[in-house]
C-alpha cells in the first residue's frame, strides 16, 4: 500500500509532504520533505532502519553529526533507537486520534471519478476551544478500501492519500558500500 501525505498550515508557513510504501507488516520505505528545506528518506526491514538524511534535517532535529557521517549517503539504525522527533515511519501505519468525537456518513459521491462514501467525524473540542474535523473517503465499489482522510482544524490541513492495495512490494536495503552502521560509532559520536 501507498500513503501520499501533503500538511499545510492556514499561514501557509509550514508545510510537509511524504510517501510511504509499506508491506503493513515489516518493510516499508518513506521519502519526506519539510518546507524548511529538511528531507529525509527511510528505509526499515525488521528492526533496522536505514536513514538517508539530508543537513536540515539533521539541524531540524537536533541530531549531532560526525565526519564518518558525511561519507557515506545511508545511517543504518536499530528501529529501537528512532526518537519521536525523528518522524520515522513504522510500517503498519497504524492509525490513532487522541480524541473522540461523533461521526455523520456522507452522501454517496465521487473521489477523483470513484464513487465513494464520505464519513465525517468531528472531534470533541479540547479545553483549549479547538477541535479538527476528519472525513474519510470509503470506496463504495470493490473492496470498502479506505482512499483518503483530510483533516482540517484552526491551524492545519492534512490530506492522505491511499493507494496500491494489495500490490506486491520489494523493498530492500540500500548497498553495503553506501551504508554507515551507527552502532559501529563510539557512543559519543552519534
Not at 102 to 117: F, N, Q, R, S, Y
Not at 138 to 160: F, M, N, S
Request: negative net charge; charged residues 25%; glycine residues 8%.
Amino acid at each position: 500500500m501507498t500513503i501520499v501525505t501533503d500538511v499545510s498550515s492556514t499561514g501557509g508557513l509550514v508545510g510537509y509532504s511524504s510517501r510511504l510504501t509499506t508491506d503493513l507488516e515489516h518493510r516499508c520505505t518513506l521519502k519526506a520533505t519539510w518546507s524548511r528545506g529538511a528531507e529525509m528518506e527511510q528505509i526499515r526491514i525488521g528492526k533496522t532502519d536505514y536513514i538517508h538524511p539530508n543537513d536540515a534535517y539533521l539541524e531540524q532535529w537536533g541530531r549531532t553529526t560526525v565526519p564518518a557521517m558525511r561519507h557515506k549517503p545511508w545511517l543504518k539504525s536499530p528501529a529501537s533507537a528512532a526518537k519521536g522527533a525523528d518522524d520515522l515511519v513504522d510500517c503498519p501505519w497504524p492509525f490513532s486520534s487522541s480524541t473522540e468525537g461523533k461521526a455523520a456518513k456522507g452522501e454517496l459521491t465521487e473521489l477523483d471519478g470513484k464513487p465513494v462514501v464520505p464519513v465525517e467525524v468531528t472531534e470533541n473540542v479540547t479545553y483549549e476551544g479547538e477541535g479538527g474535523v476528519y472525513t474519510f473517503y470509503i470506496a463504495a465499489e470493490g473492496k470498502p478500501y479506505l482512499l483518503r482522510i483530510d483533516y482540517q482544524e484552526l491551524h492545519y490541513h492534512t490530506v492522505r492519500k491511499f493507494s496500491g492495495f494489495n500490490h506486491h512490494v520489494d523493498i530492500q536495503p540500500p548497498a553495503a558500500a553506501d551504508v554507515l552502521d551507527l552502532s559501529s560509532l563510539p557512543s559519543d559520536a552519534s
